[in-house]
């Protein structure tokens, strides 16, 4: 099979061939994979700015596909059941695992992610545990399952800052895949007053795909709106490009009582300077977003509701590439002529 493969000494990805694993577990399924996205996170890995596996593995936690084989001991799932997968696994027994907290959990949570630390979805077949797989209905697509990892980890960020009440003021930086994706959650659950903001004139044209209606505009605009009116204010701001400026502006622009949520990832050793008097002040919230503890059943429920008013990969942006084409796609990102790449096998 074919597969990417990622050197973190080298800080090189490589397209090799590969025999196709084998089931050793009696808990393990194989999945031919259908559609494998790539993340900020992936692209963070690949400059050195976030923790991975030391050794030689292979990218990918954003994947959808069919099951091919089963473990002896799989009871739930058959040859041909179309699958969407968690890559995050806890141990199930530390203090944050019982607590109902997974994503705290030191011993495995990121630190023994598919596609992070064990081989991921960059491949034509991957080996996942069961209890990580995720059986699709008949109303979502292997196309839209790939975007089920993200929208999950949208989905605990939903319940973190919830309830956000109708009528709220709401401001979305960062009209990348994650950012799109807020927008259309977020029109969907009937929110009107939003903004978006992005410094890229091509991002802010595609979002208009998704017919919300919704401003978009630039950073620059942003400041002279505050300039002109000190009350141009948000009740909620989420952050979508992981830059600390960003962040750090985001807080001068929220109202009284405003929550701000840190949904970008950041670098690990990023700064942004606040003013803790005027959290005092103005009761704000900060809220950061990890992962997506117990939500992929939310995400499947988003997928169908989603559906293709708002996911067809046209209207968000996301382009497919084959895996040999892998440099085009990470380069159609650095550009950000796209707002996300997805492999389609």
Not at 257 to 284: R, Y
Request: charged letters at 20%.
């Amino acid at each position: 099979m074919e597969a990417i493969q990622f050197h973190l000494g080298e800080k090189k990805l490589e397209l090799v061939t590969k025999p196709i694993p084998e089931i050793k577990d009696p808990y393990e399924i194989l999945v031919k994979v259908a559609y494998s996205g790539i993340c900020g996170t992936d692209v963070h890995i690949i400059e050195g700015h976030l923790p991975c596996n030391s050794n030689v593995f292979t990218l990918g936690h954003e994947f959808s596909g069919v099951v091919v084989d089963v473990g002896s001991e799989v009871h739930q799932f058959i040859k041909g059941d179309h699958v969407a997968v968690d890559p995050n696994n806890s141990c199930g027994r530390c203090h944050s695992c019982h607590s109902g907290d997974p994503h705290y959990c030191k011993i495995g949570a990121i630190t023994n992610a598919i596609g992070i630390y064990k081989d991921g979805g960059w491949a034509e077949y991957v080996l996942v545990p069961e209890k990580q797989v995720h059986k699709l209905t008949e109303g979502i697509t292997l196309e839209h399952a790939a975007l089920t990892e993200p929208i999950s980890c949208l989905s605990h960020g939903w319940d973190l800052i919830s309830p956000i009440t109708m009528g709220d003021k709401i401001l979305v930086i960062g009209a990348g895949i994650i950012g799109n994706l807020w927008v259309a959650l977020l029109h969907l659950q009937g929110h009107r007053r939003v903004t978006v903001s992005d410094s890229n004139l091509s991002r802010r044209e595609l979002l208009q795909k998704l017919s919300t209606g919704f401003e978009c505009i630039a950073p620059a605009e942003l400041r002279q709106r505050q300039e002109k009116d000190p009350n141009y204010l948000f009740d909620v701001i989420i952050d979508c490009t992981g830059s600390a400026p960003a962040m750090e502006h985001a807080f001068s622009l929220l109202n009284t009582g405003g929550t701000l949520c840190i949904f970008g990832v950041a670098p690990q050793h990023a700064k942004i300077s606040i003013s803790p008097f005027d959290i005092n002040k103005k009761e704000i919230r900060i809220v950061g977003v990890n992962i997506n503890p117990f939500s992929f059943p939310k995400s499947l429920g988003f997928l169908e509701s989603l559906s293709d008013r708002y996911l067809q990969f046209e209207k968000l942006g996301v382009k497919t590439f084959p895996l040999k084409d892998y440099k085009e796609a990470l380069e159609a990102l650095k550009k950000r002529a796209i707002a996300k790449a997805v492999f389609k096998l």
